[in-house]
């Protein structure tokens, strides 16, 4: 594999491409792991110096981001219509 330069913009941009992912899983549980899972590899990923390790690593990112976009597709499909106790407004409810 040709080992490209990938900019700090390409970086941010998958970074946010994860988390509008993650904002599509109507299960709150899934959204949240996705969520978390994110912030998680890129923190992990940040003392990167090496360009083949960031290329690798960008490359991996973004076929993960595919397997998720795929996973809220189906997720969507089968999702239950009730929602989390966690979503629940308990505004005005002691």
Same mark, same amino acid.
């Given at each position: 594999? =040709? #080992?490209? @330069?990938? *900019?700090?913009?390409?970086?941010? *941009?998958?970074? /946010? #491409? !994860?988390? /509008?992912? =993650?904002?599509? !899983? $109507?299960? +709150?549980?899934? $959204? %949240? +792991?996705?969520k978390r $899972?994110?912030?998680?590899? !890129?923190?992990?990923?940040?003392?990167?110096?090496?360009? #083949? @390790?960031?290329?690798?690593? !960008?490359s991996e990112?973004? *076929?993960?981001?595919?397997? =998720?976009?795929?996973?809220?597709?189906? +997720? *969507?499909? +089968?999702?239950?219509?009730? /929602? #989390?106790?966690? %979503?629940?407004?308990?505004?005005?409810? /002691?």
């Open positions: 594999m =040709a #080992s490209t @330069s990938v *900019s700090k913009g390409q970086i941010l *941009s998958l970074y /946010r #491409s !994860f988390l /509008r992912t =993650a904002r599509q !899983f $109507r299960d +709150y549980n899934i $959204r %949240e +792991y996705t $899972r994110t912030v998680d590899g !890129f923190r992990q990923n940040r003392g990167l110096t090496d360009p #083949s @390790s960031i290329s690798a690593a !960008f990112a973004k *076929s993960q981001l595919d397997v =998720a976009k795929r996973q809220a597709v189906v +997720y *969507s499909l +089968y999702a239950p219509d009730i /929602r #989390s106790v966690m %979503e629940t407004d308990l505004k005005g409810k /002691r």
